[in-house]
């Protein structure tokens, strides 16, 4: 009896030793790759295959500065909508176009509609700016009326995605992006850990035809399929005429069909509004989600400790400044890189306010700073 009873406690003191060896060695890897991640290295290419080129290698000299400020160039912006990542964005075009002489004469919302950013190029072209710099709402939708820009002249800067048959060098001066594979990778990692590795997921992503979104998907669903007992069971793709509204659906019919599941990924911080909705509707109070972007909802659910655990995310501010500086090789004519990239960002509740910092290039609002306290 006490030799069995023994040998019972010994086999069950194994098991749980194994067991947390492996739990540690799981946490070792899912950090080592996180600080992979943050040494800077980038993942993503560009739309078309484009190597990237790291955004610390673009500067203008004192002298061709000077050259933009004789120009008296204008510059317009053209968005496919507006949230805060758009704002950080304006922000940093409105700083380092300001350091360069370039007047900003139109900044446009397509609220994520094809045939409204058609429309604002043509009213923007009526302004005659030297340059633009835009995010295309659809590629194939919008391609004519940025050719017809290009046709005119204007030097084209492009955040994160192309219109198709637009070229290099000819149509545009260049495109500018966070790395958002990495981004990708980052919030499967955090989603990982937050799980603790096992469990079922679902995923919110973008049905449309959006390059960068399409690399987060991707990603995240390559890094989360290397951990074995973690199985996504549902995926519900949204369009972007009511994110937020569309999201929530997505994530009530994930809930509704699968009971067990505990973490939704969501695209980025919109739809990740609708997913928290979703949960809270649920009563899903223990519910983990991870996204990308850093929307102020969804970092005020990361300080709090509720819903939100993990966020990849891009730098918008800098991606401005990058923008802006590369507009100014088009106007000199000096050779732009075809696609350059920021690094991506893996935000904690540890590194939130610095991410904050980092990400936007200002102070955090002090709901978000007492909120952690």
Not at 40 to 46: F, N, P, W
Request: with cysteine.
């Amino acid at each position: 009896m006490n030799r069995r009873y023994f040998l019972q406690v010994s086999a069950a003191a194994l098991i749980a030793c194994t067991t947390a060896t492996q739990l540690l060695a799981a946490e070792a890897d899912v950090k080592k790759m996180l600080d992979e991640l943050a040494s800077g290295k980038v993942q993503s290419v560009g739309p078309r295959g484009e190597a990237p080129q790291s955004a610390d290698g673009i500067q203008l000299s004192e002298e061709e500065l000077s050259k933009i400020k004789a120009m008296n160039a204008t510059a317009a912006v053209v968005l496919h909508y507006r949230n805060d990542w758009a704002v950080a964005q304006i922000a940093g075009l409105t700083d380092q176009f300001g350091k360069m002489g370039i007047k900003i004469v139109s900044v446009t919302d397509a609220n994520f509609k094809p045939e409204k950013q058609v429309a604002d190029i043509e009213t923007v072209l009526a302004l005659k700016p030297s340059i633009i710099v835009s995010i295309p709402v659809d590629p194939v939708a919008t391609a004519s009326a940025y050719k017809k820009a290009a046709d005119a002249g204007v030097k084209i800067v492009f955040m994160d995605n192309v219109p198709q048959g637009m070229e290099i060098g000819r149509d545009y001066v260049s495109t500018v992006s966070s790395d958002n594979y990495g981004n990708g990778v980052a919030s499967a990692l955090l989603m990982a850990q937050a799980i603790e590795e096992e469990g079922e997921v679902g995923i919110v992503y973008l049905a449309g035809d959006f390059f960068v979104t399409k690399q987060r998907y991707e990603a995240f669903k390559k890094t989360i399929g290397n951990f074995p007992s973690v199985k996504v069971v549902a995926e519900q793709g949204i369009d972007g005429t009511d994110l937020i509204g569309n999201a929530e659906k997505a994530a009530s019919a994930i809930l509704a069909a699968h009971p067990s599941v505990k973490a939704i990924w969501a695209v980025w911080e919109a739809p990740a509004d609708g997913v928290m909705s979703a949960a809270r509707t649920a009563g899903r109070k223990d519910l983990i989600i991870t996204t990308i972007d850093l929307g102020l909802n969804a970092c005020l659910s990361l300080a709090k400790g509720t819903f939100v655990k993990g966020i990849g995310a891009q730098r918008p501010y800098q991606q401005g400044v990058t923008e802006a500086l590369l507009a100014g090789y088009g106007l000199l004519g000096k050779k732009a890189p075809d696609y350059v990239v920021l690094p991506p960002l893996a935000v904690t509740r540890d590194n939130l306010l610095e991410s904050w910092k980092l990400t936007y290039h200002s102070e955090p609002p002090a709901s978000l700073v007492n909120a952690l306290n």
